[in-house]
């Protein structure tokens, strides 16, 4: 059975900080490009950020400079730091692994920027 599992959300303050991870079992996690997306209310899923089997990443320009995408490998985890977080980045945020025409998705966690 394959699971992702996200944390790290929570409340934090405009220019704050938070680390996302997303830890995944049931799957040959390395062989697996792993994306990030987010949802804020009443708007549609975006991909913001992945990172391919071999490292190489891409972002949105809305994240660009600001949140980083890394995986461990041995630990079946991939992460989302993110920095000078802005109000327009609260969303709910999920991980996906996909290979070929399959992917998987995470619960999703709830990242809110306010003062």
């Known amino acids: 059975q394959v699971q992702l599992v996200e944390s790290g959300g929570g409340l934090v303050q405009p220019g704050g900080s938070l680390r996302l991870s997303c830890a995944a079992s049931?799957?040959?996690?390395?062989?697996?490009?792993m994306d990030w997306y987010r949802q804020a209310p009443g708007k549609q899923r975006e991909s913001i950020a992945f990172i391919s089997s071999v490292g190489n990443t891409h972002y949105a320009d809305s994240v660009k400079g600001r949140f980083t995408c890394s995986r461990d490998n041995a630990k079946n985890t991939v992460y989302l730091q993110m920095n000078s977080l802005r109000p327009e980045d609260t969303a709910v945020y999920y991980c996906?692994?996909?290979?070929?025409?399959?992917?998987?998705w995470g619960q999703g966690t709830q990242v809110t920027v306010s003062s």
């Open positions: 049931g799957i040959s996690f390395s062989d697996y490009t």
């Open positions: 996906s692994a996909g290979i070929g025409p399959r992917a998987y």
